[in-house]
Structure formats: C-alpha cells, structure tokens
C-alpha cells in the first residue's frame, strides 16, 4: 500500500470577494440559544484572480448576512447573499456560509471596541456557490469554491475580505 495520501482535491486560487458592512440591524437571541445580528453587505468587489478563466470584475449592488453568534460565544455562523453586476452587465447571486472563531481580537471587532484592528486570515472559513445567467460564467455555478477570510478596518467602516480557492476533483487515486 502507498504511504502517499491519495483521493484527494487540490484547490487553485480563483476569487477575492470584498464586502462592505453598512447597517446592523441586532434581532437577539433566537430558538437555539444563538443571537442574530443581521449585516447589511451593499457595496463592494468580486474579481478573479489573474490567470484564473472566467476571468471577470463585479460591484456588489446588494447583500446581507444573516450572522448567528453561538451561545456560548466561541463561534460564530456566516450565512450571506447578495447579489452583483459584471461589467458587461450581467447578475451575479453569490452565497458563503461560514464559521467565525471568536478569538479575542475578532470580538473587539464585532463590539466595536476602540482599539479594534483588521484581523488576519485564519479565523474565518466557508463555501462559496454562484448562481449565474451569463453562459460565459457558468462555470461559477457548477464549481465548488471554499475561502479564507479576514476583516479589514479601515477610516471607512469595515470590509470582510474572502479569498476564494475551487476545488478540483483528485484524479490519482490509490
């Protein structure tokens, strides 16, 4: 038997998605114990990395996350959509969910403590899918894409930055 880890997919960079967080809108504690703060996402960037086919820019015209904090504060739940426009006019519906690691440096963030500051990657991660029309596109939509996060404070506000890797099938198997 090979000592060498086969079966499993590779992933090539492909997406920098930026959101912008504007209104926070804090529903409270729901049915499971979790508190759910909603995030209005309204601006901001998606862009394939170079090299990466379909290559194409988009402007953010609307989303929104729906994020969960779990009870006991460790952890928080990602749950966004939104919608942007290509450069050539056409509709893109993205969605990610993902999970937050409360570290004490991303809490600072999420109550806007003073001494705030951008957090590097390493404690967000999640799954990213696309609906699309544009047949140009269509490779978004039939591909899985999973990311890295980090959150960007800036004179601004704030900027929830992914980087998105698809995921190819292994073709080696044992």
Not at 147 to 158: A, Q
Request: aromatic fraction near 8%.
């Amino acid at each position: 038997m090979s000592t060498e880890l086969s079966g499993f997919p590779r992933l090539v960079p492909a997406i920098v998605t930026k959101v912008n967080i504007g209104d926070v809108n804090p529903l409270g504690t729901i049915h499971n114990g979790s508190t759910l703060t909603h995030y209005g996402t309204p601006t901001g960037t998606i862009e394939s990395v170079p090299g990466y086919e379909p290559a194409f820019e988009a402007n953010v015209s609307f989303g929104t996350d729906w994020l969960s904090f779990d009870p006991d504060g460790e952890y928080a739940r990602i749950n966004l959509k939104g919608m942007a426009r290509t450069e050539a006019g056409h509709s893109i519906d993205f969605r990610y969910k993902g999970i937050i690691k409360m570290a004490p440096n991303v809490k600072k963030i999420f109550e806007m403590q003073p001494d705030m500051a951008t957090v590097p990657f390493g404690y967000a991660t999640g799954a990213h899918s696309f609906l699309v029309a544009d047949p140009a596109l269509k490779d978004l939509e039939n591909s899985t894409f999973v990311s890295n996060g980090r959150i960007l404070v800036h004179e601004n506000g704030l900027t929830v930055e992914r980087r998105q890797s698809k995921v190819l099938a292994a073709t080696v198997m044992d």
